[in-house]
Every structure is written in C-alpha cells, then in structure tokens.
C-alpha cells in the first residue's frame, strides 16, 4: 500500500457541497445509463466476497505450508500477495483458496515491451500452477500512475501483452488482468455524482478502461476511508467512517442525485462510477483491492486504534456479506480485500504502516472481530456478543420515554443505575438507556425488533461497559 501524501485524497472544499443534512425527498436510486455487465464466471455466481492482502514485510513470516494452513484455519477463501511468490503458489495447491497475483513495478518495463518476456512470466507463474491452484486474477503494477507516472505508458503494454498470453494458453476467461489504482486519480469525489478522473491521466485510462470492458475484467481501486476521514476531520464524520450506524441528520446525501450515503466506502465505490460514466464506460465493476484501518499510530494519528481498526473491519465484512450493493447500485456489491493479514512489522515509519494487519506474524490476533452472523469466515477471531445502546442524535425527552418503558412495562433489571450503583454515573440520560436498553435486548435474548425502542437504540459490538459499571450483555 502507497502512503497517502498530502497531496492524496484532499477533499475538503468538494465535501463541502456533499450534504450532512437529511433532505425530506425520498433518495431515488436512478441507474440512469449504468448497465453494470452480470459477469458470467464463477466468482460473479458466488457472490461478493472479502479477501485478505498478505504483505511479507515481517520479521518472522510464518511458512508457507504454516500460511496456507492458518488461511484455512480461518476460512479465509481468497487472497492477493504482491508478487508471484513460487512456494506460496505451490503450497496452495488443492485447498480451494482463490489468489490474485501480481506484477511488482520494476517488472512493468520488460514485461510491457516484449510478448515473449510476458509469455515467460506467464507460463512460469500461472500455467506452472493452475488449476491445482485457482489462481483468479493478474494485479499489475501497484498505483503506478499516482506513485510511478513515468511508467504509466508501460502499463497498458504490460496489461495486453500478459492478456495475449493468457489467450494463447486458454486461461483469458478463468484469470483477469487489470491494475490497481490509488483513490487519487478521482477527483471531487464528494458528492460522487460530481466525480471525475484526473483530467491529466485520462489519455491514459480511457483505454485502461476500455481494455477492462473488452476483457470484462475489474476496476481495481485501493479506497482507504481512514484517510479520507484523517484529511477531512471535522468534515466527515468518524461515525461514517466506521459504517457506524447513523441517524438521518449524518447520512450524507448527493445534492444532484439525492441518493443518501451511510458511510465513506460507498460514496467511494460509486464515486468510481461516475467518473468510468464520464467517459461512457458503464460496464466495469469495482473491485476494491485494499481497504482497511490501522490498529496503532504515532501522535499524529490518534484515530489508529485496536477499537476503531475492530469496528472498521468488522462493520466492513458485515456489509459485504449483506449484499446491499451501493446507493447507485444496490444490485452490485463489491468484492473486497482487507489490507492486510499480517501487521509488517518491518515496515518503515510512520507506525501505523507496520499496525494494518488482523494479526501479528507470530499468527495471533491483534484484536477481535466481530462478525458473527456470516458463516464461519475469520471463524477463530469472532465473538457472538452483541449490545444495545443509545443512539447518538436524540433529545432527553425522546430518551427518557424510552428508558421509562424499558425500566418499566419492559421489565428491563434498572437496578444498577438507581443511585449509589455502579452504573448510576455517569448520571445522564443516554447512560442510564443504554443500561436499561441492553437490559431489555439480552432478557430478550437479543430476539429481532428487542433493540429499537422506536428508532432511538442502536445494536453495536463495542462493549460500552466503563469503570466497575458492567452491562448485562458482558456476563
């Protein structure tokens, strides 16, 4: 993953006219022209999935049969790595597990111009190993035209030259070829209708982009919403960073298409769209080949926490599976890989590009998900527990009604926030509800609907006890 410079994703003066406000008009989802082509390969038929990246920047890298154990260990049925490592390549033979290899940028010049050095890297890399090992997709290249742009003119060379290959061995419909992209290269990304490439990159991904239509491959994006929300603070808010669950007033609405944007990624995703439309290109999908959230950062990056990398990742595998698309294409959700699997602790300053992983190399959880309710992905670093709280938003009056109800014709246990308690302070309202709130939901065995309230509680998984104060949901 490309650092962000300062330069990326600065988005300020364009949020400004993306709406926090909710607007009365019901958001009409209008497709307008966006046919978004139903790819007819395996993958399309399975549905959306989450990957995991595997970087190797790590002190002590488990090996490779040790890799691919844990990987199945965890469920975890799709993955990139960085390079075309051989022996993970083999050691993934027979497991079923889907990989996307790559292209590293000091490659992209002998690959782009000469058919036989593809046709070598080719045969080497995939035809050596497939279909023992279902190897899915070629990312070639890493962000070139935003962290190399001197070898942008090699890109597209590279990309058909390794297509051409793929075709002469029979493989071009099982394994796609295209390259990853920083968010960068979109400009006025905020509202998405407003989105458009940069203007000084576009002669070179037009054709990009029409070589993907042609191949019906991918539109390979790294969208990172944690720098999004870093170089907008105050602008957007935490809470949509974090797919958080937001009250009307935090949505964030298009002014031009009045589609309502409940969290950072998808205004992303379908700012992508907009910009492939500008250009008539309307039948390429989005893949997102990184997203994800740093567990630990310097000073200068305090939101690089365990707490918000959990709610991040685990609010992120939840929206996936829930298959809900984006405004602009509630029809299409797209795949994603979590950047990463393993923190790199070799990696250099600033700390939190050594904190990115769901684990440590040495295999152990950095911290614990909360995905239950999707199958058994990630299945070792799940819990079952869930709360239910207050929502942010709402007046004491509103607040009060609720807790009422819930101490009283709900029978929720108040006891412990009466006076003198342990869960009497802070004495607030919305403390006190979100007692009485997740009181009602566990008696209730957290059945549908138990956790409402009448819009003003919220389910999370965020343990909200503090202090000696315990909620009913932790016992």
């Not at 049969?65 to 027979?94: C, E, G, W």
């Not at 990184?290 to 990742?313: C, I, V």
Request: proline share 7%; net charge negative; charged share 15%.
């Amino acid at each position: 993953m490309a650092i962000s410079n300062s330069n990326n994703l600065i988005f300020l003066l364009s949020i400004l006219s993306f709406s926090f406000l909710s607007i009365s008009t019901p958001a009409e989802t209008s497709n307008s022209n966006f046919q978004i082509k139903q790819q007819q390969d395996e993958e399309q038929q399975r549905g959306p999935f989450v990957g995991v990246n595997i970087g190797t920047d790590i002190q002590n890298m488990p090996s490779t049969s040790d890799l691919v154990s844990f990987l199945q260990l965890q469920k975890i049925t799709h993955i990139r790595i960085y390079d075309a490592n051989p022996d993970i390549l083999k050691s993934l033979s027979d497991t079923k597990i889907r990989v996307i290899i790559s292209v590293p940028n000091n490659q992209l010049l002998a690959i782009g111009s000469s058919n036989t050095t593809a046709a070598s890297w080719i045969q080497r890399n995939i035809v050596a190993y497939y279909p023992q090992t279902l190897i899915t997709g070629i990312s070639v290249g890493d962000e070139v035209l935003t962290t190399v742009p001197s070898s942008a003119p090699l890109l597209l060379p590279a990309m058909q030259s390794l297509y051409n290959a793929l075709v002469s061995s029979n493989l071009h419909n099982q394994i796609k070829v295209s390259t990853p992209h920083a968010a960068s290269i979109i400009l006025d990304p905020f509202p998405p209708s407003q989105a458009f490439f940069n203007q000084t990159l576009v002669s070179v991904i037009l054709p990009i982009l029409q070589f993907l239509s042609k191949t019906q491959s991918p539109l390979m994006m790294n969208l990172y919403p944690y720098y999004v929300f870093m170089q907008n603070k105050g602008v957007v808010p935490l809470d949509n960073a974090l797919f958080k669950p937001v009250t009307p007033n935090k949505e964030m609405v298009d002014p031009n298409t009045l589609l309502h944007y409940t969290n950072v990624l998808d205004a992303m995703i379908d700012a992508a769209y907009f910009s492939m439309k500008n250009l008539n290109v309307t039948d390429v999908v989005v893949l997102v080949t990184e997203t994800g959230w740093p567990s630990k950062g310097d000073s200068k990056e305090p939101y690089a926490t365990k707490d918000n990398a959990d709610t991040y990742n685990s609010n992120l595998i939840k929206h996936v599976f829930d298959h809900s698309g984006t405004p602009l294409h509630p029809e299409a959700t797209s795949s994603v890989f979590i950047y990463e699997l393993f923190n790199e602790d070799l990696r250099s300053p600033p700390v939190s590009e050594a904190n990115w992983g769901l684990f440590y190399g040495n295999t152990t959880a950095v911290y614990l998900l909360h995905v239950s309710g999707i199958g058994t992905f990630l299945a070792n670093d799940t819990t079952n527990q869930t709360y239910c709280i207050a929502m942010d938003g709402f007046d004491s009056k509103t607040l009060q009604a609720a807790l009422d109800w819930a101490c009283g014709p709900g029978r929720a246990n108040c006891s412990e926030i009466q006076p003198g308690e342990s869960c009497y302070r802070p004495n607030n309202v919305k403390n006190h509800a979100s007692y009485a709130f997740d009181s009602y939901y566990q008696k209730e065995g957290k059945a549908p609907g138990s956790c409402d309230f009448k819009g003003v509680a919220m389910i999370t998984t965020t343990d909200p006890s503090h202090g000696s104060c315990e909620f009913p949901g932790r016992t």
